[in-house]
Every structure is written in C-alpha cells, then in structure tokens.
C-alpha cells in the first residue's frame, strides 16, 4: 500500500532556484527510508511538504487516508515554566490519561450509588468506555512510556523537573521519546540522531527494526542509516534517485551508476565526433566532385539531422570537494599525551577516578563514552580550562596542537569571515579570498559576520583555520556534527592522510570505524583502552560481556 506520494513536484522559495524540480517519491507501507543529499538539497522541505506545512507550485501530493504522521522537529516546543517534562512526554497520548482518569471517575461514582438501576446505568456507560480505553492501547500506555524513558535514558527525576529547565539536546530527545510513545503509522524523522549518545543510538536502530509503521529518515550518521534504511532516496538537482538499499548499498550502486553514465556519455561523445567528421569529409569530396557532389551533400545532410535529433546526454558531475590537506611543520616527540592517576570532579560529579592511558605519536585515538562521562571536559582539562583534582596529564615535546572545538565560538562575533580569517591565518587579502573561497566562502559571503555563521560554516573555517597551522597534534570534539556526508567523507580520506597526531571525540560510529586505530572508551570513570576501531570495540566489549570482572578502585571511590 502507498503511504506517501508526491509527482512531478515543483517547490521553490522566493525567486530562488527551484528546491525540488519534478520532484518523484512513494513510499510504500513497512518501508524504512532513508532521504540522503548536501545540506540545502530540501530534505527538510520535503517533510513540511508531506504534512501540509508547506504548499507547492506544481505536482502532487497525496497521504494515505486515515494515516497519522509523527514529525520530528528541531525546534521544541514553546510551553511555560509549569510545564514538566512528562507532560510534554505524553502530550500526542494525552487523550488516553484523559481516559484513565474518566474512568476513575466512574468508579467512584459506582462506589457511591445505592440505586440498582442507576448503577446498571453507570456501569453500561464504564463498559464501553472501558472498550474505548482497551482498544486505545491504555493498558499498555505505562509499560510503553517506561520502556521509551529507559531506552532514551529519562530518568524518574528528570520527568518531574520543568520542560524549559533542559538544555536544547535533551528537549530534542523529549520530542523525540514523545513520538515514539504515540506511534503514529508513519514517522518522519528530520535528523534524530543528533544528541544520542552510541549507547542510546543503539537501542534506538533496534527500536526502529522492529517499529510496525512507515519510516522516513533524513540524517547524516551513515552507520545509523545501514542499520534502519530498507531503501536509500538520493535528492540531488532537485530530483530523486532511488537504490533498494541501506547506505551502504547506495554508496556502491552509485559508484556503479556514475561510471556507466560516464562509460555512456563517452561513447556517444565518440559517436558525435565520428558523424561530425563524416559530414565534414562528405562535404570536403562534395565540393571536390563539383558539378556532380550532390549525393554527397545529401548523405552530410542526412548525417546532421540524426545528429540534430540525438538526444545529447549531459556529462555526469563530478562533486568539488574540500581541498583538505592536513600538512605538518616538524614532528613531536614519542609520547604526545600521557595520562597518570587522573581525578577530575566537576561540581559533585565524579567523571575521571585513578585513570590511566597514553597517546602516541602517529597515533589516530577516539574517545568514547555516554553523554555526561566526561570527553569533553578531558580535553578542556588538557588544554588547562579545567582543574585536575588528582594525576596529571602530560602533553609531550615539540607538540603544535590544533583544536576543534564541540561548539565553536569566536572571541569577537563582529568579526567577517575575511576579517577573522586574516587574523588567524595573515595571509595577503587576494590569497585569502583565493583560499577561502574553495572553503565555500566566496563572493559576499567573506563579508558574513562569523557569529552569523551556520554550524557547518563555523566547521569549515576551523578546518581552513587548521590546514594552515600545520599542526602535528589535532585534537576534534565532535567535528562532524553539523557537517553534511560529502564533507565527512572528504574529511575521512584526508584525516587518514595526516601524518601526525589525531585524538578525537565521536559518536560518529562510521567515522570511528574510518579512522581509529584505537579506541578510549569511559568506563565506570576510567578509561579502558581497545586496540581496534568501533566495531573491534563492541566485539571485545560483547565476548566478556558475560565474563567476571575486577571492580575498579579509585580514590573517590565511597
């Protein structure tokens, strides 16, 4: 059954370009979907489009009738203080409490009455309310929002406290559980992934194997996608290319795909050239048989006009990447990061106990952990932001350290992107301007106020910032979260070029497995060290799952 269509669909915005041109989609019922494209591509639009947000210019739009749609919006909603946490948790199945407490009401009224035919009459109308409440799951309703609460980790604490008092992440999950919780038939889900840690990741993708309804995804964590989408939809130009697979599948089809179309437009590219030179010759011995060259000036004729009707095919693009080159000045010594018996509190919480690793030279070293344990608050540690209660940490010689930052934030958000760039990098106006624009700020987006900047256009001038310093030690908190997947994957490839240092944070588990060769996992406020990537992680983590273990001792152990 077609849960969604859209046909020959046309949007666009203002006298912009048009956003989707003959826009095709159809998504079928049990489907998992996964829409992938560079960011601006209209992947957001598309679900605005799909739940009447948003109208169109031209094309149709048909949703199954009867079938309830569950959007996920970056933007959470706007409630007063008095508002919890739950309340907003159960807002989309609020109507079954409603019931719960009607039939409460009921009850009280049946412990009341002493009248046989008023009781009679009270306990018809509990009866089918009863079915109503049954047939609406209200039941289930607690052990469902339970399970969503343990899975997304809200605690019992947090459902009481005020729905304004959390941090924008954890009103995003909030938004997120209370989808889940109402199941609609088909779920759209605009970037669901973003404040999960790889622990809630998980539960989430198998979550979403088993979920009876529709599913359609927008996201840019590629391991995410191979473990939920059934069918990949790629947005490009404004129209769709659909591959009967997970990301994965899509990542090799259309390598596939590419080089046919290159293969194909070679070939006719040839043909053109082989008819053009036939015309050309046939005109040549025209002229040469002249009185008599008629014939062959009708066999160039004839040439031309199949030439004229052959449909031309357009030479397939080939994507400009980012010109990432991570270059280093000079090497450090052997041991870049050493870490001995470091404690760090943070307020009341203990986050590091006793814990001990080291990082060396040549080393690509991702640090792992749930949100909370404590990452990035290393780093701010060792770049003396923080204070070590106990222990050390050692950075070693000869080290030139670039940062990347979570959240990246400029001393002087005034500042233009030409302005900050000259400050940072000193290089003459024209080859900065040359330099920048293959970073994507060309034209009057130099003048761009960097405070105004996107959260990929904040990425992107760090990495242009980075690329000149040629740092032998990068330290990256989260680089690839506001970036789109062409620009993870050119990011990939030259971060597996660099020669020097790379300690990182990520939950980013496709990027991990691209990169680390070794892995620094936060564990009971220790660090466990596993000698692999993500994948190797999990396989050693799985055999001693069952295995028994020493219980670490720290100093602020109680």
Known sequence: MIEIGMSNVKKSFGFEKSVLDEFDFEVSTGERIALIGANGSGKTTIFKIITGEESVQAGMVSVRKGATIGLLSQIPPKVTDEVTVRDVLITKVKSIYDLEAKLREYENKMAAISDTDKLNEVIEAYSKLQELFESSGGYEIESKVSKICNGFKISEDKLSRSFNSLSGGEKTIVNLASLMISEPSILLLDEPTNH?????????????????????????????????????????????????????????????RIMNEFEDFKNQQKKIDAMKASIKKLQEFGRLAYPGGEPFFKRAASIQKRLDKMELLDRPEVKKDLPLDFQIDGRSGKDVIVVEDLGIILGDKILFDNANFKVQYGEKVCMMGSNGSGKSTFVKAMLGDVPVVEGEIKVGSSVKLGYIPQEIKFEDDKQSVLEYSRDSVGLDETRLRAALAKFGFYGENVFKRVGTLSGGEKVRLKLFELIQMKANLLIMDEPTNHIDIDTKEVLEEALQEYKGTLFFISHDRYFINKLAQKTLNIEDHQVTEYLGNYDYLKEQQTKKFNSPTDTPTGKFRR
């Not at 622990?199 to 996201?219: A, H, P, Q, R």
């Not at 947005?235 to 697979?245: A, D, P």
């Open 196 to 256: 999960l840690d790889v622990e809630t990741l998980e539960w989430f993708e198998n979550y979403l194997k088993n979920y009876k309804g529709t599913v359609v995804i927008s996201s840019h964590d590629r391991y995410f996608l191979d473990q939920v989408a059934t069918k990949t939809v790629l947005i490009e130009r404004g129209k769709s290319e659909v591959f009967h697979g997970n990301y994965s599948y899509f990542l090799e089809e259309n390598e596939r």
